[in-house]
């Protein structure tokens, strides 16, 4: 009878599509947080409930060093278009400059209350913005840690702003169930779209620019135009959507997750089904794709991540961690790896087996 050495069924294993890399013990929950590479790919930043932003080897999984604030840190990191400096927020109400090579702090800023929402940097990154659930969109000096301006919305801030494709409007949503688009260098509004409930998703815009896609607590996508916030289309889910948007490659499609434990990918167009993904619990998690656009992951209170066809819905493997996943999935440049947190506090490194 013929038999496989033993090391050598460990090491297949090893590479099988869904398995674990490695684990990083972060010392408490990662909820809120959602891991962010370095401009390089060697670094993961992940914030936790510990109250850290945690900088891991994205090799090995080794801590390369942690910088600690007043409060949980659910907010994810931006970092410098030169990568030398990683942007957050924490629940003390701050928002930090931090040196990506040292973990040394470079300037805080405060805010009024805690930050959930995560930064985003202008088109030249000399701008931060930030939300915060003191109801401000703050535009920040990015080298001086200065407020800019400050835009008063009716509600806490959660959803994290994103720029325009001319970096000249900000999107950002509202506990005051708005939407807004925002004038970057002046911070004057330019139009609010009422939902029916807070807006906690993050906005994703069409890569020509002309539509905003983002999530509500009233249980719907919207397809909103980005010049004059009319509404293109709305998509009934059978629960509230705190999940935010990912646009296949083509921008043909839109994918998103709700509380009704779903994941679906709509028509970017005229905003009709084309798939649903049903796991076993609810999805606050945003998608992120493969980066040939094949395959579709995302977590799931279930405790899983999940990969799935893009094209067709259809399960390609699962993960199962120890508890719910709230944090969103990052990839690897190659794609070979992808990254996310658990209530559980861990950091994995999964393998995805897929390139495309």
Same mark, same amino acid.
């Given at each position: 009878?013929?038999? @496989?050495?033993?090391?050598? @069924? ?44 945690h900088a891991v080897d994205a090799a090995t999984g080794k801590e390369v060093w942690s910088f600690e604030t007043g409060a949980a840190v659910g907010s994810s990191a931006a970092i410098s278009l030169d990568g030398s400096m990683v942007y957050f927020g924490s629940f003390d109400h701050n928002l930090y400059a931090v040196d990506a090579a040292t973990g040394k702090a470079a300037w805080t800023f405060p805010t009024g209350y805690i930050i959930q929402s995560s930064p985003a940097l202008s088109l030249n990154g000399s701008i931060i913005y930030i939300g915060s659930d003191d109801n401000f969109l ?23 702003? @994103? ?18 688009? @925002? ?8 139009? *609010?779209?009422? /939902? ?40 009934? /889910? ?112 999964? *393998? ?5």
């Amino acid at each position: 009878m013929f038999h @496989v050495p033993i090391l050598a @069924v460990l090491s297949l294993n090893l590479q099988l599509p869904g398995t674990k890399e490695w684990s990083f013990y972060a010392g408490a929950d990662i909820v809120g947080s959602s891991p962010v590479l370095s401009n390089n790919g060697s670094t993961v930043y992940v914030g936790s409930l510990d109250g850290r932003l945690h900088a891991v080897d994205a090799a090995t999984g080794k801590e390369v060093w942690s910088f600690e604030t007043g409060a949980a840190v659910g907010s994810s990191a931006a970092i410098s278009l030169d990568g030398s400096m990683v942007y957050f927020g924490s629940f003390d109400h701050n928002l930090y400059a931090v040196d990506a090579a040292t973990g040394k702090a470079a300037w805080t800023f405060p805010t009024g209350y805690i930050i959930q929402s995560s930064p985003a940097l202008s088109l030249n990154g000399s701008i931060i913005y930030i939300g915060s659930d003191d109801n401000f969109l703050y535009a920040v000096d990015a080298a001086a840690g200065k407020a800019v301006w400050s835009f008063a919305t009716g509600g806490p801030i959660a959803s994290s702003p @994103v720029l325009s494709t001319s970096g000249s409007t900000i999107y950002v949503g509202s506990g005051d169930a708005n939407m807004y688009a @925002v004038d970057a260098k002046t911070g004057k509004e330019v139009w *609010r779209f009422a /939902t029916g409930s807070a807006v906690l998703s993050t906005p994703a815009i069409s890569s020509d620019g002309s539509t905003v896609f983002f999530g509500s607590y009233d249980y719907s996508l919207y397809a909103v135009d980005a010049a004059t916030g009319k509404e293109v289309w709305s998509f009934a /889910t059978g629960a509230a959507v705190g999940s935010s948007a990912a646009l296949s490659l083509d921008g043909s499609m839109v994918y998103i997750g709700s509380f009704d434990n779903s994941t679906y990918a709509v028509d970017a167009a005229n905003g009709k089904l084309v798939w649903s993904f049903a796991s076993g619990d609810d999805v606050a998690s945003s998608p992120a794709l493969s980066p040939k656009g094949s395959t579709v992951y995302f977590g799931s209170y279930d405790h899983s991540l999940y990969a799935v066809d893009s094209a067709t819905g259809k399960a390609v493997w699962s993960f199962a961690t120890g508890s719910y996943l709230y944090s969103s999935p990052t990839l690897s440049p190659d794609g070979s790896t992808v990254y996310i947190g658990s209530d559980d506090m861990n950091l994995y490194a999964v *393998r995805t087996g897929n390139l495309a």
